[in-house]
């Protein structure tokens, strides 16, 4: 039987093209070798997202882009965290072995203390339970399903190795019942520069917006940020964040011909931008299409994710079951 691959998508903001070129393509194409189990973490979402008409939008939004991108229902199973309720008993479950010492050190309750305490504040000021018992949550997501393989960014690392510490106490103390997941890192994929040269992230307000009218596109791709050389002027190609992008999109004879240009001189900024723009616009375009479709009829989006989350339950519950019977809750 083939392994299985298993990653939880947070619904905290409108992806964008780095999480496109990023995470999406790169874990379509981990599907096509692993029997993919892909879900929207909402009650991940909801640690930090306190707005009832966001969230719901959000979680739709998420869900529309990635088959929008290509995810074929079919072939991968696509549910929402929420619909699982399995989930949720393992990761009472899951606390009972999780010593607190471990939680008090991941990376982000652990930079939420410090920046409290540099700010003479209480340590915990603004860290909810979700917060802290994130991790937790994560690690039964992913031990629910028999996860052999967790693709995941390198900022996920902690996590999995809680995951795997927390798996591995529950085995010691019973027996060999939860499968010890591996992270799967994609070094090999190279971070997507925004609009600023940083790394593409919400966080930097820096991020090409993916399925958007073409409009809303253009302005984006127009704010790429460059120095200040006149069109007749030779310019860097090695340190120009507007070639950088527009190496993602273009074909190996457009980046030659434009980088003999940059090293020329007589091409400018505003001219490549529109070239650029014009590309990614067709890049986008059909799945936009497909986008747009699915969120006027988001009927469509529940009966996929329910149909999803009724073939994940085939995993886990008969999973939770045994888990009951070890733990002696069921007999
Ligand atoms: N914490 C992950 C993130 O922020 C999302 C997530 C929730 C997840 N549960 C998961 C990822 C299980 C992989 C497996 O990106």
């Known amino acids: 039987m083939a392994k299985i691959a298993l990653t939880g998508i947070k619904p ?14 790169p874990a379509l194409k981990i599907a096509e070798k692993y029997h993919a189990l892909y879900f ?3 009650y991940h979402a909801l640690t930090s997202v306190k707005d009832k008409q966001a969230l719901h939008q959000q979680i739709y939004g998420v869900a529309a882009t990635w088959i929008a991108a290509g995810l074929d229902p079919e072939k991968v199973v696509f549910y929402r965290q929420s619909d699982i309720p399995e989930v ?28 409290n305490l540099q700010n003479q504040n209480d340590p915990d000021m603004g860290v909810n339970m979700g917060h802290y018992n994130y991790p937790i949550l994560m690690a039964a997501d992913i031990l629910m399903f028999n996860s052999n393989v967790v693709p995941v960014g390198q900022d996920q690392r902690q996590h999995l190795e809680m995951t795997r510490d927390i798996a591995h106490w529950f085995n010691q103390n019973y027996k060999k019942i939860l499968v010890i997941p591996e992270a799967l890192i994609q070094d090999n994929v ?47 190609p090695e340190n120009c964040n507007l070639f950088s992008i527009y190496k993602l999109f273009a074909e190996e004879k457009e980046i030659q011909t434009t980088h003999q240009q940059y090293l020329d001189g007589g091409l400018g900024y505003g001219q490549l931008k529109q070239a650029l723009f014009e590309l990614i616009d067709t890049f986008v375009n059909e799945g936009r299409e497909r986008y747009d479709y699915y969120m006027n009829h988001t009927e469509l989006l529940d009966q996929i994710l329910l149909e999803g989350a009724s073939k994940a339950r085939k995993i886990a519950t ?7 019977q070890t733990i002696g809750i069921e007999k």
């Open 318 to 324: 008969p999973l939770l079951k045994t888990i009951r």
């Open 190 to 236: 190279k971070t997507i520069p925004g609009i600023d040269g940083r790394k593409m992230s919400k966080s930097y307000h820096n991020e090409i917006p993916l399925y958007v009218p073409s409009k809303q596109l253009k302005k984006k791709v127009m704010q790429i940020v460059t120095d200040s050389k006149e069109v007749h002027e030779p310019k860097d």
């Open 88 to 115: 949720f008993e393992l990761s009472w479950i899951l606390s009972c072995f999780t010593p607190k010492g471990l939680l008090n050190r991941a990376h982000s309750y652990k930079a939420a203390v410090d920046n």
């Open 12 to 25: 905290t903001g409108n992806p964008h093209i780095g999480n496109l070129l990023g995470a999406i393509k």
């Open 40 to 42: 929207i973490a909402d």
